[in-house]
């Protein structure tokens, strides 16, 4: 079942035009806990009105040296004493995924509003507690699936409520990146099941899962195979070899009968690939981010040929020229959509979209994968999953 549009800070225009940034009148006061990713939330942030007055990170000068970047006056090394101290309206929680429940039910049972990365949690029972406890706090709760806010995305997202493609029977999308296909890279902590969850499942591959079910619904069954690139490799501190998966497949069956098929490698030489690709009764439409708008295919002009069919829908991700990598660029934009949304929700009261209900909906199926990876078989996938709102 999908949600209303009306009833939620929604994700997807159905023109499918460039997100617009949203000013929010009231400015709230923002606390950020871990700065890897969690530093491209202070900008979009700042941009909004609202006041970052802390952030917090392990490493105290790191994380003083990116403060005083963004003009932040409090630096902390514990995030509990963060909490306590400053009493935040916001938190983004970027932390590895092992603190993602403590932090986030700490800062609602304290009254704030909360953005947390994704995955949301390390299993589906950790993000269910998460779910409850921000509907019993009322407090906005958003998971980081920035990857829903490409203006391209938004364009398919559109084209597929509009029915562009009749019947959809088959979703292929892939995540290929090349971040861990170095063997001498150093150690972090995504290659460690217990702070990660997962590897590149849940690293990249969650994005995937998201965008699936968003646009074509609840997944059901699956199987899925993995491994690691560099079984050499250790986490960090060399306590005992890397356990997280480099690699990911995973074949399964969505609510609509549909089938789908998601690849995924963060250990892929040369490669900055994402893509999701779906096959209907009416054509086919194929989504490359920051290459181009979507690939359409249109399934009614039968008998002609395919070079007639086929139409590429131009977008504009950024305005004026794009500095550096192109998908760092996008990603940057991205992000300040998703804070937009997520600050427009904390003013009018809504439900956010992306929720941590859609984060639950994703980690069911992550929990699905792992379950599956350890039996070696098809597993069924644990619902009912949360409805999503677009």
Same mark, same amino acid.
């Given at each position: 079942m999908r949600g209303e549009g009306a009833a939620s800070a929604s994700g997807a225009p159905a023109s499918g035009r460039a997100l617009e940034h949203v000013r929010v009148v009231k400015s709230l006061t923002v606390a950020i806990i871990g700065l890897g990713f969690g530093r491209a939330h202070i900008p979009a942030f700042q941009a909004n009105g609202s006041r970052v007055v802390a952030v917090c990170q392990r490493d105290e000068a790191s994380a003083r040296a990116i403060a005083d970047r963004y003009g932040v006056d409090s630096v902390f090394t514990h995030w509990e004493a963060m909490l306590e101290r400053v009493r935040p309206e916001v938190v983004v929680i970027a932390t590895p995924p092992r603190l993602h429940h403590a932090i986030a039910l700490r800062a609602l049972a304290g009254g704030a509003h909360v953005l947390c990365e994704k995955p949301l949690a390390l299993t589906a029972a950790e993000a269910r507690a998460m779910v409850d406890a921000a509907a019993r706090a009322g407090r906005v709760a958003m998971t980081g699936f920035n990857w829903r806010f490409p203006v391209a995305m938004q364009r398919f997202n559109a084209m597929v409520r509009e029915g562009a493609l009749g019947r959809v029977f088959h979703v292929h999308a892939r995540f290929l990146g090349s971040r861990f296909a170095d063997e001498a890279v150093a150690p972090t902590w995504r290659m460690d099941r217990a702070e990660a969850g997962h590897g590149a499942m849940g690293d990249m591959g969650v994005h995937l899962i998201d965008l699936v079910r968003w646009n074509f619904g609840d997944f059901v069954r699956l199987v899925a195979?993995?491994? $690691?690139?560099?079984?050499?490799?250790? $986490?960090?501190?060399?306590?005992?070899?890397?356990?997280?998966?480099?690699?990911?497949?995973?074949?399964?069956?969505?609510?609509?009968?549909?089938?789908?098929t998601l690849s995924v490698s963060r250990a892929a030489h040369g490669m900055s690939e994402h893509t999701i690709e779906a096959c209907g009764t009416r054509g086919t439409l194929a989504y490359r981010l920051g290459r181009e708008g979507p690939r359409w295919f249109d399934g009614e002009l039968r008998g002609a040929s395919v070079a007639s069919g086929l139409g590429v829908m131009p977008v504009t991700e950024t305005a004026g020229p794009a500095a550096g990598d192109q998908l760092e660029v996008i990603g940057r934009t991205t992000i300040a959509a998703l804070v937009a949304r997520f600050l427009e929700a904390t003013e009018r009261g809504l439900t956010p979209a992306p929720s941590f209900a859609d984060g639950l909906g994703a980690q069911v199926v992550l929990d699905a994968v792992l379950e599956s990876l350890a039996r070696r078989t098809w597993m069924d996938v644990a619902g009912p999953q949360p409805v999503r709102a677009h």
């Open positions: 195979t993995a491994g $690691i690139a560099y079984p050499s490799r250790d $986490i960090p501190g060399g306590a005992r070899p890397a356990d997280a998966e480099d690699f990911c497949a995973v074949v399964g069956e969505l609510a609509t009968g549909a089938s789908v």
